[in-house]
């Protein structure tokens, strides 16, 4: 079964752009979350979805926004790009079982730079 | 609210030696705890993970937590440092609602010296 892939792998864009960056999950998964890494500040959560809604939101500005597919692929959007929004972009995806944890499988992530 | 603390950002130890890499929690509700490892240009990979279970957890790769609750600590061990563990290693903490994000540490960084 393939993993979680994320396209691009790799974006370069300038300040006040914005960038669009793709997630596919793993098949049969219908949650997808999103996180942030970058040096200063870690493994931030951005948001996650779950059968096309967002189900978490984590605490970052408006100009990150996301949205997921009937086929559960999902997309994150970030507007007007300032230089701290160069990080590596993360996607995980997980199947719904019922219980009271369902394990994240990660993708290779999006390294996006800010000139 | 929960968070995680590791100590040492960065840990350096010989081909052959005990790896330590300590994790502390803070959750005001039973937590999950993992510890994921990231190679360079790569996403997270899941070492182990505690779930209320057994305390003492077996990973891959030969690696092994304790969850010790009046520590509020989960670190992670291996008897025997490889090259090839040389990465970055993650503590996350989450509850056991199923759709809580995960919360991580700052990270570790491992070297291994030959």
């Not at chain 2, 305390?55 to 520590?71: C, D, P, Q, R, Y």
């Not at chain 2, 995960?102 to 990270?107: H, M, Q, T």
Request: net charge positive.
């Amino acid at each position: 079964k393939a993993g979680v892939t994320q396209t691009p792998r790799y974006l370069i864009k300038t300040r006040g752009q914005q960038v669009t960056l793709s997630c596919s999950p793993i098949s049969g998964h219908r949650s997808v979350s999103w996180y942030q890494q970058t040096p200063g500040q870690g493994l931030q959560f951005l948001f996650e979805y779950f059968s096309e809604t967002q189900r978490n939101k984590g605490n970052f500005p408006g100009r990150f926004s996301g949205r997921q597919f009937s086929n559960s692929r999902s997309e994150m959007n970030v507007s007007t790009l300032e230089l701290g929004d160069s990080a590596l972009y993360l996607c995980a995806s997980s199947l719904e079982t019922g219980s009271s944890y369902n394990e994240q499988f990660f993708g290779p992530g999006t390294r996006l730079t800010v000139l | 609210a929960q968070s995680v603390t590791q100590l040492g950002s960065h840990v350096s130890v010989s081909e052959g030696a005990l790896v330590l890499l300590r994790c502390n929690y803070s959750s005001s509700v039973p937590p999950y705890l993992f510890w994921y490892v990231q190679y360079p240009n790569q996403g997270l990979q899941l070492l182990l993970k505690y779930t209320s279970a057994a305390t003492l957890v077996k990973g891959i790769n030969g690696f092994e937590a304790e969850f010790k609750k009046s520590e509020t600590s989960f670190h992670l061990t291996k008897p025997s440092a490889h090259m090839s563990d040389a990465a970055e290693y993650f503590c996350a903490v989450t509850t056991n609602s199923g759709n809580t994000p995960l919360v991580f540490g700052k990270g570790t960084r491992l070297s291994v010296i030959a």
